[in-house]
């Protein structure tokens, strides 16, 4: 992945829900909802594992 700088990107809220049915939300900086996606599946093992899990990506304003 290439290195954008911070004033390029914008903050996505990731939401996800566990084998529980417990709702976990990641706030995460990127330039589109995609890379949120592909930069939550790098940091966070269960995304990565279950990446149908996600339910929502919402950018912030």
Not at 15 to 29: A, M, R
């Amino acid at each position: 992945m290439s290195s954008t700088p911070i004033k390029s990107c914008k903050k996505y809220l990731l939401t996800y829900k566990d084998s529980s049915n417990n709702l976990h939300q990641l706030g995460i900086y990127a330039r589109d909802a995609y890379d949120c996606l592909m930069l939550a599946r790098d940091f966070n093992s269960y995304v990565h594992d279950h990446p149908n899990a996600v339910t929502r990506i919402q950018q912030k304003v």
